[in-house]
């Protein structure tokens, strides 16, 4: 009962506070009054009378203050005025209040985004069940140059599973070739072969059916497991695809299940059809047949070193049948995989970020310092009035706290177009997964803006209800000593060697990142169209050429088309398919070691890409099937063995290394091409013409169209030409070489956006901090001021002086940034590609426009002290 | 004269015991307490009315604004059914207490 109507009492007086004050206040005048009339009848004048009346009452406001305070639930009064005195304040010093809170959303905002795409990239689970138990096996190929790890083979798959120790399971995945039809356009899908055990060993159920089994796999029954997106973009999420028949490269397969929206795996987000591997006989024995990525589970306790070991003992021994000799395997954690190049490229925003937040409560920090001291005198005006000290440092939090909600909701808001963009950082293997706030991090934020804010925004009430208010009365404006200057100033120096490290930083990824973009490809890039399609349909040798070379050219017949040539892989659509050569002289044993690129072109690619001959010829039309096997190869393999002479005429063998096969002739050298990808270095590589391959193995033909016009222009021409030789034939992956090269670069590019945004976004925020302070310190001695010009300093005096503090300042924090940027430049290596940074002009550039910008925080302020009129300044208090 | 402070509880007892006579405004309290006591101490304004708010939100006393004698208005407060009850109870406890006191102090 009690209790309800405390309630009641508490609620009421919040509500209708204005009545229950007018209330309080009639009370406590009638106290007043009638105390006075008891006086004058005891013979006081009514002005006496009336004059010890209230100071018997001991004053209305301090009684009435301490009613206010004393009632049940007072403090929750206390708290909602000056919550409300808290906003009035930032209604009344919007300039203020306004830089505050952008300086802490910035900083909140800016963490948090980048901390919630990091999460999301590198520590969010995976969709696997014990994500970080799980490994991916790789052969190790440390003697070749194309790449250190390469895949496995099914048969060292069946070998690892009989044979292991430390995983509970193991599955292998192949490139998968899917072309569907029948219910729609001839769709080419990215596609994967799997063992059944591969749903076991990650851990993930389907999401409607189910998964094939041992049984289907070995039995090679037409069944496939399907993702999501192909449910919904090619089936429109018919609730009756499972047991539904599709055309899968013309054969009938069933669909028995369909993944989750959230599964992918490797070797990229896109893959939409999973079919069971079903190795034919010859496989399962040959250790030479190396398309095969195998991931592991490990066993309840096995840790990865252990694993390591392991499987290092194990694959030697296994692996004494494979023909470049026994190796050992890479375990690597399928985590790291997935994560790839980007990696880098978070941390070093994280870093960034983290920079901006610092500078950013650097700034609050000086701010509310400035403001604080401004106060000096507020506060003891108020503590001679006889507020309680404690109700005054309640005041100054709560109006901490207001500021320190208003930045972290500005910051909440900012981060999610800021999370938007970088979305598009994720790595595709991850795909587009959703960048969700995470709350940790915001929580982490908030606590630090507002451990700032409350700090610094609380000193000026701790430190004046200390001093004895007439001296606070007394002593100005405000009551800040050297020492707090100097904290001040030392806070500058630091945003300023943080801003300056991160346009540093900035401006090497810039200068990398040009250089990225104009790098010389071996080709010319621009008008150049390109596309896949797929050869299975053709199923002997001299049906694909024959399809392949009037396919070439059809599309040359287009108008607008200049000249049209065919690869088996587009350059930097895939990574490595090598084979190891042997040239002639060489010992029969003598491959191991030496491997190079292999691609299998038309006559006339290289002229439609616009390849740069070194020496010799490209191919002719006298390269034919029947005549000389002739080879072109690039500068690194001419440099490899023929260094300072001509390669042509050299022979070598390639793909058959023994006596059958057969020995081809170099007639030319081609300028290199860095078929893997843009940022890598060009590997060896030999080129051959199609017509003299004696198989073909290539699932797909790549077609290069080279354009007079606008190549989006003539893409549905292209599709005609092709369908006019085979309607069912797809098309794949139609895209401008220049929209794959941007691909290529985008993870570059936009670290570099990002990191120049947060460099300008920083020094943006250190020089509103240079001039903050610098004004509040011109304001604060403009008595002293005057008096030195009184005393005789000409106004240019002044000027030089202030500002040469200011520069003394950024100066010091450009020295102390130089040195931070230096060593950040030594971590984020990984992210100049190579590109070795040319420091001089970065480091010239940021030095000058730092201090231009610094000049111009520090004169504003600097021009207004040489100005000050003494007489005036003297006045001032 | 000194204005003594005097412990809370103690004051709450004291204004519920002069309230039990009559309902009075904080003026007439304040003024009936100094007599009582004999002008030993005069209770400081700044701590009564707090107390009499408090006993108010608690229910032991309700107020209203009435005419005084002299045609004034003034705020006057009463003691509550609650509010007896508790004096009732304080008054036991009190005299117990003094009465255990008492009993020590003369009989050691």
Redesign the interface.
């Known amino acids: 009962m009690t209790l309800l109507h405390r309630l009641k009492s508490i609620v009421l007086w919040i509500a209708r506070r204005d009545s229950a004050e007018q209330d309080l206040n009639d009370e406590l005048q009638a106290f007043v009054d009638m105390a006075a009339a008891d006086k004058v009848r005891a013979g006081a004048t009514p002005a006496e009378a009336h004059r010890l009346a209230v100071l018997e009452l001991g004053g209305v406001e301090q009684v009435k203050e301490r009613v206010r305070s004393g009632r049940h639930g007072g403090w929750l009064d206390a708290a909602a005025r000056d919550v409300s005195y808290g906003l009035r304040q930032v209604r009344r010093n919007p300039g203020f209040f306004g830089v505050a809170i952008a300086t802490l959303a910035l900083g909140i905002g800016g963490i948090t985004a980048m901390f919630s795409t990091f999460d999301a990239v590198l520590i969010r689970p995976l969709p696997y069940a014990d994500a970080d138990r799980l490994v991916m096996i790789w052969d190790a190929l440390a003697n070749t140059d194309i790449t250190s790890k390469g895949n496995s083979t099914p048969a060292e798959w069946i070998e690892w599973r009989r044979l292991n120790t430390v995983f509970t399971d193991l599955a292998a995945s192949q490139p998968g070739d899917a072309t569907l039809s029948g219910d729609g356009d001839p769709e080419q899908v990215p596609s994967r072969k799997v063992t059944w055990t591969l749903w076991s060993v990650l851990g993930a159920p389907p999401m409607l059916g189910r998964v094939f089994t041992e049984d289907e796999d070995l039995k090679s029954v037409r069944v496939v497991v399907i993702s999501y997106g192909l449910w919904q973009r090619r089936y429109g999420g018919a609730s009756d695809i499972i047991g539904r028949t599709i055309s899968i490269n013309d054969e009938a397969y069933e669909v028995i299940g369909v993944m989750p929206r959230s599964f992918y795996f490797m070797p990229s987000r896109e893959i939409d059809l999973w079919m069971p591997a079903s190795f034919p006989g010859w496989m399962r024995t040959n250790f030479t047949w190396h398309d095969a990525q195998i991931v592991a589970r490990l066993k309840p306790g096995v840790t990865l070193q252990h694993a390591r070991e392991a499987m290092t003992s194990l694959s030697l021994q296994v692996t004494a049948k494979d023909f470049r000799g026994p190796h050992p395997v890479i375990v690597t954690p399928l985590r790291e995989e997935i994560a790839g190049k980007t990696q880098t490229a978070l941390i070093l925003l994280l870093g960034a970020s983290v920079a901006l937040l610092l500078i950013a409560c650097v700034n609050l920090t000086n701010l509310l310092l400035s403001r604080g001291a401004a106060r000096g005198r507020e506060v003891a005006v108020r503590l001679a009035l006889g507020a309680g000290r404690g109700r005054l440092v309640g005041q100054f939090l709560t109006e901490s706290l207001v500021l320190a909600a208003l930045g972290t909701l500005a910051g909440i808001a900012l981060s999610v177009p800021a999370m938007r963009f970088l979305e598009r950082l994720v790595p595709e293997a991850m795909g587009a997964g959703r960048v969700t706030l995470d709350w940790r991090v915001l929580v982490f934020s908030t606590a630090l803006g507002l451990a700032a804010a409350v700090t610094f925004g609380l000193a000026p009430a701790l430190r004046g209800s200390r001093v004895a208010p007439q001296e606070g009365l007394r002593g100005g404006r405000g009551t800040a000593g050297a020492r707090s200057h100097r904290f001040q100033h030392s806070l500058i120096v630091v945003e300023t060697a943080l801003a300056v490290a991160l346009l540093v930083c900035g401006g090497l990824l810039l200068q990398t990142f040009r250089h990225l973009r104009n790098t010389d490809l071996g080709f010319r890039r621009e008008r150049l169209l390109t596309f896949e399609t797929p050869l299975f349909r053709y199923k002997d040798f001299d049906r694909r050429v024959a399809f392949v070379n009037a396919a070439v050219d059809n599309v040359r017949a287009i108008p607008g088309v200049v000249s049209a040539g065919a690869i088996n892989l587009i350059p930097f659509t895939n990574f490595a398919t090598a084979t190891f050569y042997l040239l002639e002289g060489q010992p029969k044993d003598g491959f191991a070691g030496q491997a190079a690129l292999i691609r299998n072109v038309s006559r006339d690619y290289f002229a439609t890409i616009g390849a740069q001959l070194r020496e010799g010829r490209f191919f002719t039309a006298s390269d034919r099937k029947s005549s000389l096997r002739v080879a072109v190869v690039n500068e690194p393999f001419a440099n490899r063995h023929f260094a300072g002479r001509s390669p042509l005429g050299q022979r070598f063998k390639f793909g058959e290394l023994d006596d059958d096969g057969h020995w081809f002739t170099i007639v030319g050298v081609v300028k290199p091409i860095p078929e893997t990808g843009v940022l890598d270095e060009a590997k060896p590589a030999v080129y051959r013409v199609r017509d003299q391959c004696e198989q073909i193995d290539d699932l797909n033909a790549g077609i290069v169209i080279r354009t007079a016009v606008e190549p989006a222009s003539i893409v549905p021409a292209v599709r005609q030409a092709i369908w006019s030789l085979d309607k069912n034939q797809p098309l794949a992956r139609i895209q401008t070489m220049e929209a794959i090269v941007n691909h290529q670069l985008s993870t570059p590019s936009q670290s570099t956006t990002l990191l120049g945004a947060f460099a300008l976004l920083a020094l943006l925020l250190a020089s509103l901090g240079i001039y903050g302070v610098l004004s509040y310190a011109v304001t604060q001695r403009t008595n002293e001021i005057g008096v030195r010009m009184a005393l005789g300093a000409t106004s240019g005096r002044i000027l030089v002086a202030v500002g040469r503090r200011g520069l003394e300042l950024t100066l010091c924090g450009l020295a102390i940034g130089l040195g931070l940027a230096v060593i950040a430049s030594r971590l984020m290596t990984a992210l100049l590609y190579g590109v070795r940074p040319d420091y001089v002009p970065t480091v010239a550039i940021v030095s000058i426009v730092l201090v231009g910008v610094a000049a111009v925080a520090c004169f504003v302020p600097a021009r207004r002290a040489s100005r000050i009129d003494p007489m005036l300044a003297l006045r001032h208090e | 004269m000194e204005k003594l402070d005097i412990p809370q509880g103690t004051l709450d007892l004291m204004i519920l015991t002069i309230l039990s006579r009559e309902p009075m405004?904080?003026?007439g309290v304040s003024?009936r307490l100094a007599a009582l006591s004999r002008g030993e101490f005069q209770v400081?304004?700044?701590?009564l009315?707090?107390?009499l708010?408090?006993l108010?939100?608690?229910?032991k006393l309700k107020a209203e604004w009435r005419p005084?004698e002299?045609n004034?208005?003034?705020?006057y407060y009463r003691l509550t059914a609650?509010g007896k009850r508790q004096l009732e109870q304080h008054r036991e406890r009190w005299n117990r207490a003094t009465f255990a006191v008492t009993c020590v102090l003369e009989g050691a």
């Open positions: 405004h904080g003026y003024q400081n304004p700044g701590s009315f707090p107390s708010y408090r108010e939100q608690d229910a005084t002299n004034r208005r003034a705020k609650a």
